[in-house]
């Protein structure tokens, strides 16, 4: 499996700010997902970032409140934008190794 | 309706005991399904694929009925460090993951 590695780990951001979050791998990988996990909630996806192309977005989810990068086969960013408390979350990059799919460790952020 | 749904638990169960989870998924078109772990403050691990002819893995089982659409993990022989949620998962399309609301095990000494 992948070796996947995330700053910050956590993190606690005044409303109104925003964080980039990073997303490291140790191996190359071309499918790289961003998921968002709510307190007490399961996990849902924000968007598909695959190297080379614009970040694809679920419903619900806008470039301009989450802008992602994703320069090379081994690197993503995520930025959450202008927060607000309902952002507080952890935030977790997972990539396609195989055909199974491997998780961060997540960024933990608090707003307030 | 959710697209994974899972009974939320919890299951509180003695060490040693066989506990079984279940999951109903909702389209029928889905090819790829899968059981995570995650422990608290953690981020999900995969413990298992799930195939359609049924696979094992030690004391886990995992089962796929598609006719039904309901995938099960059957683990035997509970450990204490069996316990955390479970979380049943459905590949859609292009690899994107979708969630059930995950399952609580607590296995008790």
């Known amino acids: 499996s992948a070796v996947i590695s995330q700053k910050p780990s956590r993190d606690i951001c005044q409303r109104g700010t925003s964080l980039t979050i990073q997303c490291q791998v140790d191996s190359q990988v071309t499918m790289m997902f961003w998921y968002r996990q709510q307190p007490g909630q399961s996990l849902t996806l924000i968007a598909t970032?695959?190297?080379?192309?614009?970040?694809?977005?679920e419903s619900g989810f806008v470039i301009d409140k989450f802008p992602i990068s994703r320069p090379n086969l081994t690197f993503s960013t995520l930025t959450v934008s202008n927060m607000s408390p309902e952002d507080s979350s952890i935030y977790l990059c997972?990539?396609?190794?195989?055909?199974?799919?491997?998780f961060g460790p997540g960024t933990r952020l608090t707003v307030t | 309706r959710k697209e994974v749904e899972q009974d939320p638990g919890p299951f509180n169960v003695p060490e040693g005991a066989t506990v079984a989870f279940n999951c109903t998924y909702s389209n029928s078109a889905s090819q790829s399904f899968f059981w995570y772990r995650q422990d608290c403050r953690k981020e999900p691990k995969l413990l298992m694929s799930?195939?359609?002819s049924g696979n094992e893995d030690g004391r886990f089982t995992a089962q796929l009925n598609r006719a039904s659409q309901y995938i099960s993990l059957l683990i035997r022989d509970s450990k204490l460090s069996d316990s955390a949620t479970y979380l049943c998962v459905v590949m859609g399309s292009s690899y994107k993951l979708i969630f059930g609301s995950g399952t609580r095990l607590l296995v008790r000494p």
């Open positions: 970032a695959n190297q080379g192309s614009e970040a694809t977005y």
């Open positions: 799930v195939y359609s």
């Open positions: 997972s990539v396609v190794y195989g055909y199974e799919q491997y």
